[in-house]
């Protein structure tokens, strides 16, 4: 049985709590993890783990076995990350974690990354909240915001705006805002795990607004739906709304009042060489995000100016009630 393979096992097993969820990380049987720790366990002459029906917790002599074998283990990685980086074309298993507006964003440049190099796999996991390196193995991180850890390697990527939408059929039932003070009179969908809490704070000359309305979700699938069927007003990243504005399911207001820049960013582990996979596509992404995706309000006012009238959802609706 593989010293490494033990290790490894034993660390996922401490750093998930329990055999059967470091199985799954593992992607192997409960009893290949069960027999893994205990041939450790024999090998070395000490028990590592204390077992009971819920919990496994390292032993004192565990504890500090565990903090040695993460050290080796990062050495490792460090050690396949220079070879991989010194090796002109990526290949082996990209692993991404996203924020969860990024994740559909960067979505197309994932196809054609693999389409392009085809020796790299891709694994993706989109969350709300930023995630450790060290314990759950990821390459790069790409968010909408700055991480709170100041010790990790950071690349902006892009700036983008945000900006307030509602729907015509919204907008037809209510005043539409000239100010972002008339906000607190209309409803609006609020995002739950939004960075900003319960308060809408990117207007660059007003103090932070607190929104009301009827309905709060942590989806941002959701939270775009309702608005493109007249739920309230919302805020979105210019780059999640930009497909709705151009097809006139969403209108954008307040454009007179410019919202505070924000970035998206690529974020690494403070940790030896970053794979060659791994930064490729991030150069792909800022290629991207560079040339195709709208990222300002401006953008997004360029695109609808270019759009022709007749595709235009209300221009269209005008020349139906004059020919009618």
Avoid at 95 to 121: H, K
Wanted: proline share 7%; charged share 20%.
């Amino acid at each position: 049985m593989d010293r490494f393979d033990q290790i490894t096992t034993f660390v996922r097993v401490v750093e998930l709590g329990g055999f059967s969820a470091a199985a799954r990380d593992l992607g192997v049987a409960p009893s290949v993890v069960t027999s893994h720790v205990q041939a450790l366990e024999q090998r070395l002459g000490a028990r590592l783990l204390n077992r009971n029906t819920r919990h496994v917790n390292p032993t004192d002599v565990g504890q500090a076995y565990y903090r040695h074998c993460v050290d080796v283990l990062k050495r490792f990685a460090q050690a396949d990350g220079l070879v991989e980086s010194m090796q002109a074309t990526p290949r082996g298993l990209l692993r991404i974690n996203t924020s969860i507006p990024v994740g559909d964003l960067i979505t197309p440049v994932i196809a054609d990354y693999t389409a392009q190099f085809p020796d790299v796999s891709v694994r993706m996991i989109s969350t709300g909240r930023e995630v450790d390196f060290i314990e759950e193995q990821f390459d790069v991180s790409i968010r909408h915001a700055m991480p709170d850890n100041d010790s990790l390697i950071v690349r902006k990527l892009a700036e983008y705006d945000y900006v307030v939408c509602a729907s015509p059929k919204y907008l037809e039932s209510h005043p539409q805002p000239q100010s972002p003070d008339d906000l607190a009179a209309q409803n609006c969908i609020l995002y739950t795990d939004s960075k900003f809490g319960d308060r809408w704070p990117m207007f660059q000359s007003h103090e932070a607004i607190t929104p009301h309305g009827n309905l709060q979700t942590n989806s941002p699938l959701a939270l775009l739906k309702a608005a493109e069927s007249g739920q309230g007003v919302v805020v979105l990243p210019c780059f999640t709304a930009a497909a709705p504005i151009a097809e006139g399911k969403l209108v954008r207001i307040l454009k007179d009042h410019p919202t505070v820049r924000y970035p998206i960013v690529a974020i690494h582990p403070h940790r030896g060489m970053v794979p060659t996979r791994a930064v490729v596509f991030v150069d792909m992404v800022a290629k991207y995000l560079r040339e195709v995706v709208p990222c300002s309000g401006a953008q997004l006012d360029a695109r609808t100016m270019q759009k022709p009238a007749a595709l235009r959802p209300a221009a269209k609706a005008r020349t139906a009630g004059k020919v009618a």
